[in-house]
């Protein structure tokens, strides 16, 4: 994101805590695009500090795995003005309401905008630092503030980047519409044994068989029964896969093979990946913990959890993003609705 920014013309500041990747950029002076977007992407400044990245910032693109957006919110709070946009991209489901509350418990008074989106809008991968190669490009976006009254002027200010971009109604929209709590978590656990084989594999082409597909989908019911509890109507994850990406087919199975951006993603060859350790605590955690919460029968996501856990030894539903964690813990549907709309409990 950095790199493509700074090729429409923007100037940009990137933070990141790993000095190899921040050494790297400094020496390169940017970040060296292919793919989709081919050029090199100059940058003001690369470094450790987030108070020289943030300072005088009109938006600040918490660009990271959903894990780490607790420590980013606690680094941000003594910084932050009035009048900057955090815009976490992606929230995974509850970003926004985690890092609101971090800055409530850090007393942060900074009159801010805080916005989420659905997903990643990159299908990308970097080879090395400094690098990165940009697979496709959505040509879809969802995002809201917290407060939903915030969101029109929040996309205005992002649609100056990315025209695709267009509004949530709430977060609880962009939220419950994370794709990769359906597209990670349970199909690479049924993949465990091709993980640790040690063999190259494709992770969309190979690893969404029809049955797996298919449980997805059984998952992803869950999903949606949990935003209909809260008034919401989503696509499907094969409709989404539609609305971000044009494929489509009559399976999950063929969706994913029909959408080009997928051709080359290589499978990993370790269980712990992101794609359990990151889209189990922030995406299928907070799902399970509302669906419980509303009574909406979510035993396909608490089984991959609970699987997920047996299989890494982590305890996923004790640190995750669960309703106690995100400060909605003792509020109906309605109240929940109502405080991510106005911003008030």
């Known amino acids: 994101m950095a790199g493509h920014l700074s090729l429409m013309g923007f100037p940009v500041r990137l933070y990141d805590i790993i000095p190899e990747t921040v050494d790297a950029v400094r020496r390169k002076g940017g970040i060296q695009l292919d793919g989709l977007v081919k050029g090199f992407g ?39 003005a009035h009048g900057q946009v955090v815009y976490i991209h992606p929230g995974a489901t509850g970003g926004a309401l985690e890092f609101r509350k971090v ?19 990159y299908a990308c991968r970097s080879p090395e630092p400094a ?39 709430n977060v609880l929209e962009t939220g419950l519409g994370n794709p990769n709590a359906m597209m990670h978590p349970a199909p690479t656990l049924l993949n465990a044994s091709m993980i640790e084989s040690g063999r190259d594999w494709l992770y969309y082409w190979d690893g969404i068989t029809p049955s797996i597909g298919a449980f997805v989908e059984a998952i992803d019911q869950e999903r949606l029964s949990v935003a209909k509890a809260f008034g919401l109507d989503l696509p499907s994850i094969r409709e989404w896969y539609g609305l971000a990406y044009g494929a489509r087919g009559n399976s999950l199975t063929e969706v994913v093979r029909n959408n080009k951006a997928y051709a080359g993603v290589k499978g990993q060859k370790t269980l712990l990946t ?5 889209d189990i605590p922030t995406g299928l955690v907070p799902m399970a913990s509302l669906g419980r919460v509303l009574g909406v029968d979510v035993t396909r996501m608490e089984t991959v959890v609970r699987l997920g856990e047996f299989l890494t030894g982590k305890t996923f539903f004790a640190e995750g993003r669960t309703v106690d964690a995100l400060g909605l813990s003792g509020m109906t549907s309605e109240q929940i609705v109502a405080f991510v709309e106005t911003g008030t409990r």
């Open 42 to 80: 100059k940058l003001e400044v690369a470094t450790l500090n987030v108070a020289e990245a943030i300072e005088g910032a009109d938006i600040i693109a918490v660009v990271t795995p959903a894990v780490a957006h607790r420590e980013v919110a606690k680094a941000c709070a003594p910084h932050l």
């Open 103 to 121: 800055l409530e418990d850090k007393k942060c008074n900074a009159r801010i905008g805080i916005a989420e989106a659905n997903s990643l809008i």
């Open 131 to 169: 690098h990165a190669s940009i697979l496709g490009i959505k040509s879809d976006l969802l995002v809201a503030a917290l407060p939903a009254t915030e969101t029109r002027w929040v996309v205005e200010m992002l649609n100056n980047t990315f025209p695709q971009i267009r509004p949530a109604k």
């Open 274 to 278: 992101r794609y359990l350790l990151e």
